[in-house]
């Protein structure tokens, strides 16, 4: 009789350990759909930005015309992106892009000089800004999520209720560095 009791209380805090592992990796598991869409939320802001930027830009004749058509096929390529990964590289081609109309509009000094021109890249510089924190709000929240998945004995019970790893939102090797511009 005494062993039943025992092999009772075993099963009860296996099972109490297997719902709190699962209710953790709900947990996390939200919080990274979460910071996916405050992403998300961001992004919106920037392709909104994006059109306006460059009807300003279009309104100075002689200015480059391969780095707006950049831009707005970046912009196209970004918003049509579903995946982690694509959004990321998609997002890093925008960025470039984005540098290299800033990079050519220093040598259009009415351009800068342009109110509405200023207005919109302070907006995009705060824009980019809050894209970066979301960034890494959604990776920290992915690392955390991955850590749970892969960490034994927990990583039996993700196996078991069917929990994955999330891909990380990178930044391309192109991205780190300076905007490369050429006439």
């Not at 996390?28 to 392709?47: H, M």
Request: charged share 20%; proline share 2%.
């Amino acid at each position: 009789m005494p062993y039943s009791w025992i092999a009772i209380g075993v099963g009860a805090v296996l099972l109490i350990w297997i719902i709190a592992v699962f209710n953790s990796l709900v947990g996390k598991r939200n919080r990274v759909k979460n910071a996916w869409s405050d992403i998300d939320v961001q992004l919106k802001r920037r392709y909104d930005l994006v059109p306006n930027l460059v009807e300003t830009v279009k309104g100075y004749k002689g200015y480059e015309a391969s780095v707006l058509e950049n831009v707005t096929k970046a912009r196209t390529s970004a918003m049509n992106q579903s995946s982690v990964d694509g959004k990321a590289q998609a997002e890093n081609m925008l960025s470039g892009a984005l540098k290299s109309l800033f990079a050519v509009a220093e040598n259009y000094p009415q351009l800068r000089a342009s109110e509405n021109f200023q207005k919109l890249q302070d907006q995009l510089s705060s824009l980019e800004n809050d894209i970066q924190s979301a960034r890494r709000y959604y990776n920290a929240s992915v690392r955390e999520l991955n850590n749970a998945v892969q960490v034994f004995p927990a990583s039996i019970a993700a196996g078991v209720f069917g929990f994955k790893q999330s891909e990380f939102f990178g930044t391309d090797e192109s991205e780190k560095g300076a905007a490369k511009v050429s006439f």
